[in-house]
């Protein structure tokens, strides 16, 4: 039976969907493992959406808080907002109150990823208040760490991510996830997912 890994994310001008992405295709390459992308749902009605020169959504389908169940394990995904969770996302995990009554996402793995717009904007603090939504369902938490070896030593260039998780720095909106970056996030995919593939395969 596949193990089954949900990568969760909201993305307003697509930095966190390309990070999202390239996670899916680092969870897919672990044989046994389905991974499958999905959106939350946007809080912020069209004409501020416009307003904010936000890009329309991609096709990639919205989730329903239950849908959550469902997972063998989530990496959730989302912009900061003043060091913490984009409210987007933060508005979905408050609407999951129903799964933390009955326990049904207890024991599962989850992982995080972020996107940034500076080096000192969250790039860890967004990882660290997001842990708190994950403790109170009574999930388990799996950081990367250094397992992505050399690129999480990397000084000479500007790069996001952390030993919390996949990141990229989004600058004034203009900047894309680089090559390494996407390397990190196609790494966290596949740690993460052989990791839920162990832990399905335990229980």
Known sequence: MATNVYIVYYSMYGHVEKLAEEIKK???SVEGVEAKLWQVPETLPDEVLVKMSAPPKSD???ISPNELSEADGLLLGFP??????????????DATGGLWRTQQLAGKPAGIFY???????????????????????????????????????????VKGGSPYGAGTLAGDGSRSPTELELEQAFHHGKYFAAIAKKLKGSS
């Open 80 to 93: 900061t907002r003043f060091g913490m969770m984009a409210a987007q996302f933060k508005a979905f995990l």
């Open 60 to 62: 990639v389908p919205i």
């Open 26 to 28: 680092g969870a897919a």
């Open 115 to 157: 996107s940034t717009g500076s080096q000192g904007g969250g790039q860890e603090t967004t990882a660290l208040t997001a842990i708190t939504q994950l403790v109170h369902h009574g999930m388990i938490f799996v950081p990367i760490g250094y397992a992505f070896g050399a690129g999480m030593f990397e000084i000479e260039k």
